[in-house]
């Protein structure tokens, strides 16, 4: 009982470990060898524990003693005993090893658990044809997490810290740092979008007629519109811009009570072309699809909760376009 009295005031007045031990000279397997020993006490059973030798958990014995600047155990008649030093160790060790087991041990990700703040970099266009379908599962899954849109543009990712982007949703036309890691989630192709009574939606949509009239450009800091000027220019063309404006909706309503043109990918434009009385013929010149993909920086590859939105975001997006492929029908 008196013994038991000295170890607990020998614990809370005496520190085990200072700051001036050595730090370099302590590593996990020295740690974990005095744990065995501690249980154990016995260096020929302890020595089995660790798949070592005895000679070799001898020698780290001595290292310890060395260290502890203390025997930690001595032999008697039973065999070895703890000093009262090494058993004022138990605690702190065991808790110490608990310690460095969560610290590498990868930690399960509870999406109904998660109370981060997701950053996803979008133009209007894509937070206008994916988004809603995004925040539904994102919601539905996390209930008190947040996600924040921020508008991406042409440059943006090579602008902003990796520290600040957790994921972005873009084409080919937006230029990505080329140490992200990038995944293709999709692709869209390209139409002429116009009123539906302007006067061309009942005829073949030639070249010339599509230069004729004046064409709406949605501003995003770059976007399909930069390949259709590209791709002009290489036949001598180049075509009126009549309005730009920033958002796309915006672009779609004007559209529908003028007479201007709007080249553009199709998913948001098909889903709103009841409500703006709009519809589409192929483009008169050879334009490739448009295609998507998530990047994202190698700061938060392997983060479990990045890892679940980045596969969240992928079958959505997929979801939606291989859907819309399907049902496509051009008008």
């Given at each position: 009982m008196?013994?038991?009295?000295?170890?607990?005031?020998?614990?809370?007045?005496?520190?085990?470990?200072?700051?001036?031990m050595?730090?370099?000279?302590?590593d996990?397997?020295?740690?974990?060898?005095?744990?065995?020993l501690?249980?154990?006490?016995?260096?020929?059973?302890?020595a089995?524990?660790?798949?070592?030798?005895q000679?070799?958990?001898?020698?780290?014995?001595a290292?310890?003693?060395?260290?502890?600047?203390?025997?930690?155990?001595?032999?008697?008649?039973?065999?070895?005993?703890?000093?009262?030093?090494?058993l004022t160790l138990?605690?702190?060790?065991?808790?110490?090893?608990?310690?460095?087991?969560e610290l590498?041990?990868?930690?399960?990700?509870?999406?109904?658990?998660?109370?981060?703040?997701?950053?996803?970099?979008?133009t209007?266009?894509l937070?206008?044809?994916?988004?809603p379908?995004?925040?539904?599962?994102?919601?539905t899954a996390a209930?008190n997490?947040?996600?924040?849109?921020?508008n991406l543009?042409?440059?943006?990712?090579?602008?902003?810290?990796?520290?600040?982007?957790?994921l972005?949703?873009?084409?080919?036309v937006?230029?990505?740092?080329?140490?992200f890691?990038?995944?293709?989630?999709g692709?869209?192709?390209?139409?002429?979008?116009?009123?539906?009574?302007h006067?061309?939606?009942?005829?073949?949509?030639t070249?010339?007629?599509?230069?004729?009239?004046p064409?709406?450009?949605v501003?995003i800091?770059?976007?399909?519109?930069?390949?259709?000027?590209?791709?002009l220019s290489k036949?001598g063309k180049?075509?009126?811009?009549?309005l730009?404006?920033?958002h796309?909706?915006?672009?779609?309503?004007?559209?529908?009570?003028?007479?201007?043109?709007?080249?553009?990918?199709?998913?948001?434009?098909?889903?709103?072309?009841?409500?703006f009385?709009?519809?589409s013929?192929?483009?008169p010149?050879?334009?490739d699809?448009?295609?998507?993909?998530?990047?994202?920086?190698?700061?938060v590859h392997?983060d479990p909760a990045?890892?679940?939105?980045?596969?969240?975001?992928?079958?959505?997006?997929?979801?939606?376009?291989?859907?819309?492929?399907k049902?496509?029908?051009v008008?």
């Amino acid at each position: 009982m008196m013994a038991h009295k000295r170890l607990n005031h020998f614990e809370t007045k005496q520190p085990i470990v200072t700051l001036k031990m050595n730090q370099s000279q302590v590593d996990l397997k020295l740690l974990l060898c005095l744990s065995c020993l501690l249980k154990h006490q016995n260096v020929s059973i302890a020595a089995d524990e660790m798949n070592m030798s005895q000679p070799a958990m001898s020698r780290v014995l001595a290292k310890l003693r060395t260290l502890f600047k203390d025997t930690l155990f001595v032999r008697t008649a039973v065999g070895m005993e703890p000093t009262v030093h090494a058993l004022t160790l138990v605690q702190p060790l065991e808790r110490t090893l608990n310690q460095l087991t969560e610290l590498f041990s990868k930690q399960d990700f509870s999406p109904n658990e998660c109370k981060r703040s997701f950053r996803l970099h979008m133009t209007s266009y894509l937070t206008q044809a994916h988004l809603p379908d995004i925040a539904d599962a994102f919601y539905t899954a996390a209930p008190n997490a947040q996600l924040e849109i921020i508008n991406l543009q042409e440059k943006s990712l090579l602008q902003q810290s990796a520290q600040n982007i957790d994921l972005a949703l873009c084409s080919q036309v937006m230029q990505v740092p080329e140490h992200f890691h990038q995944i293709p989630v999709g692709e869209e192709v390209m139409s002429c979008f116009m009123a539906k009574n302007h006067p061309l939606s009942n005829e073949k949509l030639t070249l010339d007629r599509f230069l004729d009239y004046p064409h709406i450009v949605v501003s995003i800091g770059g976007g399909p519109n930069v390949l259709i000027e590209t791709n002009l220019s290489k036949l001598g063309k180049v075509r009126k811009v009549g309005l730009r404006v920033p958002h796309y909706l915006g672009a779609l309503e004007v559209l529908s009570r003028t007479k201007v043109l709007f080249s553009s990918t199709s998913f948001v434009a098909d889903r709103f072309s009841q409500l703006f009385s709009i519809t589409s013929l192929p483009l008169p010149i050879q334009q490739d699809s448009l295609n998507y993909v998530l990047a994202w920086p190698p700061t938060v590859h392997n983060d479990p909760a990045q890892q679940w939105l980045r596969k969240l975001c992928a079958r959505i997006i997929k979801s939606n376009l291989k859907s819309y492929k399907k049902s496509f029908v051009v008008h």
